[in-house]
């Protein structure tokens, strides 16, 4: 089956406010697909319900096939999803080694890894997004840029078959930002599926090879990059009516 | 491997000391402490590596008491087996809270296990067999080996003592540690990273559990009595909450320090002055440490002596 | 075992004591519920107030009900700095809150029962007044007049509190402030003065609760703890931040104790309240009017 997620029809509602309201959305294996939307729109509400941080309340999840709709986060982690946070949550009484750790053992290893083969794979991990100097210093201690890119590395280290970037880029340089499109680019290049979240219009439209728009919960535009960006649903979604 | 030089040389010192013609009280107040040493170490387990907090530490203790006065009344059983009994309860009575409280969110633990106190308390006030609210005369088998009861349960806490901490020391160094860590850090990211908390969690209040009611097991030989309300007596929490806290709580070390310290401090100032004042002291302590020091004695070292292990 | 008349006794006492179990709740409905604070030490800080108005009582020879409310004021002064304290050093800093400020506020609770043990002794204190001690004779059954007193206190302070909170400005800025903090400051209010204040009435309304204690029944320093117990049963039944609710959920557990009191006898009331919740938390941990 070439489809690798596939939500249906999947609701979400806080008290009397309604998050999500119906989404259907087939992410297929291998796609480079972009979610975009004003604040507010329920862009990571829809990835907490797929990682399983949140239960949807109406609707289905199936991944791979299989309907995970009722498993726990960490199984959904175990069966291959990872995503980064929005706002950065590090394990703030650990070191960034220490924090990669953490996946490495729990998930890509089922927790027998042998230590020193964890922390060689850890370290790789970090040289590749840059932030292996940082390796021993506690990860309280880093800047909100360095926090983002260890929320990525942290969500790589899990090996994904589907990685989730929620906003992985705010606050980076051009350059930086290069350097992660760059790091997706290759880990996508490597057969792993990549849903991005992100406002960097420009990233979101390099990398993408689709796109949603998300505006109050529902899917107001679906397509390429470059129809999107010209839809007038969009523009008006951002820009206000 | 020190670590392992270091509890073989305490288990030689605690089982021969009781051999030697030293002054009864030693033992007698030295026992108290030891037990208040598994206690904060069980605690912590759950409160300082999970960050969950037990305010029910009196039920476990109780819970141990009672089972072993259960197995010596019902089958005269001898100490090693009250012991296990009582671990097992403990476990059990740990993992059937966890069960019930640990999805939500870490005040609604807190406050159940102080419900658990209670209810406990409760039924074996109204349980007649094993004495009820007046309690239990306990006749002790003739000791072996070591002159008194007092001796002997000196070495058993000894070897229990060490028993708990080098558990509480393979957790915490090990993977379950560093997952307990991630979960108390932030759980939400340890479920994404992986880590199944619930689990984890559960694992941590049984054996928590299970190792303060191990501390309760030898009270009722201790005393040749038990009773309800002094044994499900909120001050337990306070010595194994204060120990962990004030001694420190990422570290096994921490609450050894603590219960040392705040044991010998119940000691001598429950007895030159009153228990009032002791709970105070302790208190105003618990809150100071709390406040100005989250990170306890174990803290303030590492900050004033930084690269001393 | 029992007959009509007793149960229908034992449901008129349920009442009139889960009236009085909601007023001493409402405090922590408040502090507790809405604006997330561990309070553990909520009943030390009511005990407190017992203490208070017996000192009032018996030296001025006030009426209790008269020194709990003038107490409501230094005890809504004191509401507001715990807040502040536990706002400036716990909450602020986020990390490790959760067992820090749980420990603070037990510390707190356990250095206010020995501070009274210290100061008062262990024995029970009590009040008098006109209405202590007399009953009303109701059909075949005698209602304590103090108890009908402490129902229509608690009826008084539930609606007021619940008025308050639903139809004045800052009554509605505290609900607003539970519900969304980050709106709330958009608005331009600053979120700590408004749960600041919001502690300290919670704090001052224990005040009275600790009076109406007092005049409901003997205290000593230690009767707190058995008030976590029913204190925190109202306010996790009744669903937290719901003031209604909390006297839906004192009424039950009233009743509840009462009838176990009937049947069983009293050395089995105290884990009624521990029990309940338990199950509140097993079953549905939301309670009956939850968020």
Not at chain 1, 90 to 108: G, H
Not at chain 3, 91 to 98: H, P, Q, S, V
Not at chain 3, 209 to 230: F, K, N, Q, T
Not at chain 3, 265 to 276: E, N, Q, Y
Request: charge should be positive; charged fraction near 15%.
């Amino acid at each position: 089956m070439s489809t690798l997620l596939e939500v249906r029809g999947v609701s979400k509602q806080f008290g009397g406010f309604t998050a999500l309201d119906g989404v259907n959305v087939s992410i297929a294996r291998g796609e480079r697909f972009g979610l975009i939307g004003p604040n507010g729109s329920g862009k990571t509400t829809l990835i907490n319900c797929v990682s399983g941080s949140l239960r949807n309340d109406a609707g289905s999840i199936l991944f791979d096939g299989r309907d995970i709709s009722g498993l726990p986060a960490y199984l959904r982690t175990r069966r291959g999803i990872a995503r980064s946070f929005q706002i950065p949550r590090p394990f703030a009484s650990m070191s960034v080694l220490e924090n990669l750790l953490v996946p490495l053992e729990y998930v890509a290893h089922g927790g027998e890894l042998l230590k020193g083969h964890a922390e060689d794979e850890a370290m790789a991990l970090l040289r590749d997004i840059g932030l292996a100097d940082k390796a021993q210093t506690l990860s309280s201690r880093l800047s909100q840029v360095e926090l983002r890119k260890l929320e990525l590395a942290r969500a790589m280290a899990a090996r994904p078959r589907l990685l989730i970037s929620d906003e992985a880029m705010a606050g980076l340089s051009a350059t930086e930002i290069s350097e992660v499109l760059a790091i997706l680019f290759k880990l996508n290049e490597a057969g792993i599926t990549i849903i991005m979240i992100e406002h960097i219009m420009q990233a979101v439209m390099k990398f993408s090879q689709r796109v949603i728009c998300l505006d109050a919960g529902r899917i107001i535009c679906e397509g390429a990059p470059a129809q999107i960006v010209q839809n007038a649903e969009v523009q008006r979604a951002y820009l206000g009516a | 491997m020190k670590f392992w030089i270091g509890a073989a040389i305490t288990v030689v010192v605690g089982v021969g000391l009781p051999l030697m013609p030293l002054n009864e009280y030693l033992f007698y107040a030295g026992y108290m402490v030891l037990s208040f040493v598994v206690l904060a170490t069980a605690w912590n387990i759950l409160g300082g590596y999970a960050g969950y907090v037990n305010f029910g530490p009196p039920a476990f203790f109780g819970i141990g008491a009672y089972s072993a006065v259960l197995l010596f009344k019902w089958l005269q059983a001898p100490l090693v087996v009250q012991i296990a009994g009582a671990a097992l309860m403990g476990g059990l009575l740990g993992f059937g809270v966890g069960l019930l409280t640990l999805r939500l969110r870490g005040i609604f633990f807190a406050i159940a296990t102080v419900a658990v106190v209670f209810i406990m308390e409760t039924l074996m006030v109204n349980w007649r067999y094993v004495g009820g609210a007046t309690g239990l005369q306990i006749l002790r088998p003739p000791v072996e080996v070591f002159d008194t009861y007092t001796r002997m349960l000196f070495a058993v806490m000894t070897v229990m003592s060490v028993a708990a901490v080098a558990i509480a020391r393979y957790i915490q160094v090990s993977w379950i540690g560093r997952g307990l860590r991630a979960l108390r850090d932030s759980e939400d990211a340890a479920e994404c990273s992986g880590v199944p908390t619930l689990k984890l969690k559960l694992f941590a209040c049984a054996v928590s559990g299970a190792l303060m009611a191990a501390a309760g097991a030898p009270m009722p030989m201790y005393l040749s009595f038990i009773e309800p309300a002094s044994t499900f007596n909120l001050s337990y929490t306070i010595a194994a909450l204060g120990s962990a806290i004030i001694g420190g709580m990422v570290h096994w070390a921490g609450p050894i320090i603590g219960a040392i310290l705040l044991g010998t401090l119940q000691q001598v100032v429950t007895v030159t002055i009153s228990s009032e004042i002791n709970v105070l002291v302790v208190g105003v302590l618990l809150v100071v440490f709390v406040v100005a020091a989250p990170e306890g004695i174990l803290g303030l070292i590492k900050k004033y002596f930084p690269g001393k292990k | 075992m029992f007959s009509l008349d007793l149960l229908f006794e034992a449901l008129l006492f349920g009442v009139l004591l889960g009236c009085f179990y909601a007023a001493v709740s409402i405090g922590l409905s408040v502090s507790f519920g809405l604006l997330d604070v561990p309070h553990v030490a909520h009943p030390a800080i009511m005990v407190l107030g017992s203490y208070g108005t017996w000192i009032i009582a018996g030296k001025l020879g006030w009426d209790p009900l008269l020194a709990g409310a003038v107490l409501m004021i230094p005890f809504f002064l004191l509401g507001v700095a715990i807040y502040r304290f536990y706002y400036e050093v716990f909450e602020k800093r986020g990390t490790d809150a959760g067992v820090r400020g749980l420990a603070f506020f037990f510390g707190l609770a356990f250095i206010i029962e020995v501070g009274l043990i210290l100061a008062f002794g262990v024995d029970q204190r009590s009040v008098e007044a006109a209405y202590i001690g007399k009953s009303f004779q109701v059909g075949e059954y005698r209602i304590p007049m103090r108890m009908v007193v402490a129902f229509a206190v608690a009826l008084i302070l539930t609606f007021s509190l619940s008025f308050y909170l639903s139809k004045t400005f800052t009554g509605r800025a505290i609900k607003a402030v539970a519900q969304d903090e980050p709106a709330l400051r958009l608005m331009g209010a600053n979120p700590v003065r408004i749960k600041q204040w919001a502690f300290g009435i919670a704090t001052g309304v224990s005040a009275l609760a600790g009076a109406m204690l007092i005049i409901i029944s003997p205290v000593e320093p230690a009767i707190d703890r058995l008030y976590i117990g029913r204190t925190f049963c109202v306010v996790v039944l009744a669903g937290l931040g719901s003031m209604t609710g909390t006297l839906a959920a004192g009424l039950i557990l009233g009743i509840v104790e009462s009838i176990v009191l009937m049947l069983f006898g009293a050395s089995w009331a105290p884990a009624v309240a521990f029990s309940l919740l338990l199950i509140v938390l097993g079953i549905r941990p939301q309670g009956l009017f939850g968020r």
